[in-house]
């Protein structure tokens, strides 16, 4: 793996010189990153003569005599690190305090180091160098990519303006900082339903060097969007286990599983309601296909749970034996395979009106505006159409089908809806 060196320079070369020299391992390459102009840092890289050397004069005001202030000789900063040309590239900046020139110029470089080098090399920058605004654009992008590790040469200081001698590179913990800004996209990962997402984005964090206690809440918070994002997938067993030991934070979503996976008492249909906001949120990240289909399901669901738990009817297990002598010939068509009854979504509602039931004569009411949606719902490229569904298909899917499930749950007095997964609250 190569070690590739960015440096920022400016006025003065010898923490530059120092940061080559004494950077471990040392740098397969090194990158200066230089002003240009009359009074620009560009000069100091390579040119001949003594173009480090420190020019300015002082006259004393006695005798009127002028005298450097400092060394007039300085060999160019390849010179002093003994860099050959092979070994060492040039960027430059034509406004050194320019932030937005600084910025695209240090990622059009790190295009071109992944070019040049291969992608798996290791980026140390010392912005050490230049203008504020080049290091703190250097600084900005080094936390910002992860390839990208942060130096600053530090020394002894006798004054605030600057470390006078002894100087050398020490690593900058950047992993935090970068942390918290990542932490920002997870909460818009979490806010949009994405869990997933959010999941991968914490564990990435985790492979980083960071504090026990920071890292301890990594993990809770991977775990947490890990079991969200089972149960938005539909396993809620996954879900349950991963939950549990976060019993504190989130014992009401662990109650609700409980009851989903009827492990306690509850009404019977929380998988309904469950279906209607999985919906929701499909519809939210815009994947409105899928919420259609969801809601397609909870509506066949809604009247499957009904023939169960009222009338012992369990579909796709129901023989004609099973049902009422005076309808078993009416139903004696839809016997296919090993002597099933195979009933959808519309026959479902049907038998339960053929049953007196409730739920049954309320959607005879409501027939038409449900068949229609359903037909709308089959144009679908998930269902047996190869249309793409818009929002204005789902919101229409949604007034009715949900608005049939609600109304009529309440009309029952069936409880059917349960709280919406979490958009806020898993990162403390």
Not at 37 to 43: D, E, K, L, V
Not at 160 to 172: N, Q, S, Y
Request: hydrophobic content about 35%.
């Amino acid at each position: 793996m190569k070690n590739i060196l960015i440096l920022s320079v400016g006025g003065s070369a010898e923490p530059i010189v120092n940061a080559i020299k004494d950077t471990r391992p040392q740098p397969d390459f090194v990158y200066f990153l230089c002003s240009t102009g009359p009074n620009g840092s560009r000069h100091a890289i390579d040119n001949q003569g003594d173009p480090c050397g420190d020019t300015r004069k002082s006259k004393c005001p006695e005798c009127g005599t002028e005298h450097y202030i400092g060394n007039p000789k300085g060999k160019a900063i390849v010179a002093q690190a003994r860099l050959d040309t092979d070994h060492y590239g040039v960027v430059t900046v034509d406004d050194p305090d320019d932030l937005d020139e600084c910025m695209q110029v240090l990622k059009k470089l790190g295009r071109t180091i992944a070019s040049r080098h291969g992608r798996d090399c290791r980026i140390i920058a010392n912005y050490t160098g230049g203008t504020k605004t080049m290091s703190l654009a250097m600084g900005l992008i080094g936390i910002l990519s992860e390839q990208w590790d942060l130096s600053i040469n530090r020394g002894p200081r006798i004054d605030l303006i600057k470390v006078r001698g002894g100087d050398m590179p020490v690593a900058v913990e950047k992993w935090r900082i970068y942390a918290d800004i990542q932490i920002k996209a997870v909460r818009e990962a979490i806010n949009d339903f994405d869990y997933n997402q959010a999941m991968h984005m914490i564990g990435t964090l985790l492979s980083r060097p960071l504090d026990k206690e920071f890292r301890d809440s990594l993990m809770s918070w991977h775990q947490i969007c890990r079991a969200f994002d089972a149960w938005d997938r539909f396993d809620h067993r996954g879900a349950l286990d991963l939950l549990e030991p976060h019993g504190k934070s989130q014992h009401k979503n662990i109650i609700l599983l409980k009851r989903l996976l009827g492990l306690i008492k509850g009404s019977g249909y929380e998988q309904v309601g469950d279906l209607i906001n999985n919906a929701e949120r499909k519809a939210h990240r815009k994947n409105y296909d899928d919420a259609v289909a969801r809601l397609y399901r909870a509506a066949e669901l809604f009247a499957q749970i009904r023939l169960e738990r009222e009338y012992q009817l369990r579909s796709g297990d129901m023989e004609l034996e099973d049902l009422r002598k005076d309808l078993q010939k009416e139903y004696a068509p839809f016997v296919r395979d090993k002597g099933k009854i195979l009933l959808g979504l519309k026959d479902d509602y049907e038998l339960l009106f053929r049953l007196d039931d409730l739920l049954g004569k309320l959607y005879m009411e409501q027939k038409h505006r449900i068949i229609s949606t359903l037909k709308a719902r089959n144009q679908s490229i998930l269902a047996h159409g190869l249309t793409p569904l818009a929002e204005s298909d789902y919101r229409s899917a949604h007034e009715v089908l949900a608005g049939f499930i609600l109304q009529t749950a309440h009309g029952a007095d069936i409880e059917i809806e349960v709280p919406q997964l979490p958009r806020e609250g898993i990162i403390e």
